[in-house]
T-cell receptor, first 113, second 111 residues
Framework: DGGITQSPKYLFRKEGQNVTLSCEQN?????MYWYRQDPGQGLRLIYY???????QKGDIAEGYSVSREKKESFPLTVTSAQKNPTAFYLC????????????FGPGTRLLVL | RKEVEQDPGPFNVPEGATVAFNCTYS??????FFWYRQDCRKEPKLLMS???SGNEDGRFTAQLNRASQYISLLIRDSKLSDSATYLC????????????FGAGTQVVVTP
């Protein structure tokens, strides 16, 4: 089945720790995105990538980093610089640009210990 | 002012009834419009794209009003399974224009 997978489903971070969220897609999509969702708010864009080995900052990139070494994979690292990381993180992909439908993975809930 | 605004609800709807709600957007140059459905603690899933002429998918009808900068969603013959949060999503002025997500409208269908 084609789709987007994210792991883990839940992730706990200790103070000062970097953690990496996995996102993999087998839809052969060029574009991939990371969003953060907080209660009562719309999704906010963290980073996006239009093509392998290229990515751009979104609205709230501070404290996060990404890589796009393979078309299928777009991991997100939440660094210790992100002071309020507790949120629901969603990865998405689309065939080309944002004018196309975005398909979402099941999400990762990050909690701070 | 938020770029995409939605009434958070909840809209409490008896099963079988019709419910409609709107979403307003601020960027008049926006080119793409979508409604997504999000169940509690799950990922958003595309419900339908919204086209200039309006479009229907079964019990769901979406309309776009560019002059007043809003899109609407109407659900007919509501089912219990329609209970969810409906996200309004508006794209930018070109193919890589950033998507703006509304915070969602909650719909609760009651027996």
């Amino acid at each position: 089945d084609g789709g987007i997978t994210q792991s883990p489903k839940y992730l706990f971070r200790k103070e000062g720790q970097n953690v990496t969220l996995s996102c993999e897609q087998n839809l052969n999509h060029d574009a991939m995105y990371w969003y953060r969702q907080d209660p009562g708010q719309g999704l906010r864009l963290i980073y996006y990538s239009q093509i392998v080995n290229d990515f751009q900052k979104g609205d709230i990139a501070e404290g996060y980093s990404v890589s796009r070494e393979k078309k299928e994979s777009f991991p997100l690292t939440v660094t210790s610089a992100q002071k309020n990381p507790t949120a629901f993180y969603l990865c998405a992909s689309s065939s080309t640009g944002t004018i196309e439908t975005q398909y979402f993975g099941p999400g990762t809930r990050l909690l701070v210990l | 002012r938020k770029e995409v605004e939605q009434d958070p609800g909840p809209f409490n709807v008896p099963e079988g009834a019709t419910v409609a709600f709107n979403c307003t957007y601020s960027n008049s140059a926006s080119q793409s419009f979508f409604w997504y459905r999000q169940d509690c603690r799950k990922e958003p899933k595309l419900l339908m794209s919204v086209y200039s002429s309006g479009n229907e998918d079964g019990r769901f009808t979406a309309q776009l009003n560019r002059a007043s900068q809003y899109i609407s969603l109407l659900i007919r013959d509501s089912k219990l399974s329609d209970s969810a949060t409906y996200l309004c999503v508006v794209g930018g002025s070109d193919s890589w224009g950033k998507l703006q997500f509304g915070a969602g409208t909650q719909v609760v269908v009651t027996p």
